[in-house]
């Protein structure tokens, strides 16, 4: 029998999901039975982002509103919150959220099972740390997290104070949990990190096996056949894009061309603002060469809108870049003033107005590319993944997505339901599109 029910709420990004996954299999492992209702829940975790200002601002709302739930029910109900906003604000927490009974770090987080334990007054034979379980995820998409922290202080981020120093994750350990989730059904693995092309580089000489990103993806498509699988790697900073990198995304089958560099900008100074390098030059020329070598590929980015000093001319710049780029899906962000940043205390901060007025232009842009690129799909034949099945007014749709749509990011693929569950994979014509949408139907192999 379960010692007692939890819920788990995940806010923010991917890693964040892989973070509340790996809790999740330890207090699983623990026999802490999962629900999906505050009023049967002995203890909810909420695992949260502090990215941004505003990303905080969700934590803290989606914790109070939580809290006022349970307080009008009969349950004492405990509120345990983890992740990025107890390791970013840790001591300032107990006071100003009472209603919250533990605070556990990302660092902390592999000892979630003797937090709950101390919390809900289970005494138990066996150690409260169980350090190997095995990871399961009922999509058909897993996110496999192959290093954490980040070395880069950008200037405008928080993350590295928040997760700390870069550090890989051993090859082995993610091709043992690369192998559990292909035998548990997953079609997609996707890898993550905070900047995955350097991954490796902090390893000592002893280290066997893979040393960097292209021989760990060779090695992760090796692991994963003989089934039909696809592996996609985001968050590839611009330096990280070696010449065996591009060969492995463009020789590999189960590798998809699919890339994923945030550029932030393209004026040089500015980037040297930002504590980051490069030039327009030096980016154009990079996607010239990624174009050339990997025919077809995606290229999905990030823009970063409002930098402290950047001038109308340099966000122009950044514009047209963009738009003769043609980019086939950019996420635009405003910058943010983030507490104990570097950039938060430049002068030269940018007025509200004129930051809202350049991140919609540029959103304006992002979506008339990304708009045009899905619309180039329709008339292709591709291969779909399903991802589930939606309820709508027309009666059930099956939603999926194809390999040039990054799971929970570029749109999907709807299609009639037909014959199919999660996890297949279908051949699919795309007869039409909406924004990021395809509208597809299955075709015989
Ligand atoms: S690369 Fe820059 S933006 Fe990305 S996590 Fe590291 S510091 Fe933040």
Known sequence: MAHASLMYITLGCAKNEVDTDRMRSLLTAADYEEVFDPAEADAVIINTCSFLASATSESIETTLALADEIADGVRSTRIIMCGCVPSRYGDDLPQELPEVAAFVRTDEEDGIVAVVDELLGVEREMPPFIPTVKRTVESAVAYVKISDGCNRFCSFCAIPYIRGRYHSRSAESILEEVRDLVAGGVREIVLIGQDTGIWGTDFSDEVQGPRNLAQLMQAVAEAVRPEHVWIRVLYLQPEGMTDELIATIRDTPEVLPYIDIPVQHCNARVLKAMHRSGSEE??????????????????????????????????????????????????????????????????????????????????????????AATASHVGEIAEVIVDGIEETDDGPELIGHAWFQAPDSDGAVHLDASEASVGDILQVKFIDSFCYELIGEVVED
């Not at 996607?287 to 930098?307: C, D, H, Q, W």
């Not at 943010?336 to 842009?365: H, Y």
């Open 282 to 371: 030096q980016l154009s020329e990079l996607f010239a060469k990624l174009r050339r070598e990997i025919p077809n590929m995606v290229i999905r980015t990030t823009s970063l809108v409002g930098f402290p000093t950047e001038t109308d001319e340099e966000a122009e710049q950044m514009l047209a870049f963009m738009d003769r780029e043609g980019f086939d899906y950019t996420s635009v962000f405003a910058y943010s003033q983030e507490e104990g940043t570097r950039a938060a205390t430049m002068d030269d901060q940018i007025d509200e107005d004129v930051k809202l007025e350049r991140t919609q232009g540029a959103m304006d842009l992002a979506e008339s590319l990304g708009f």
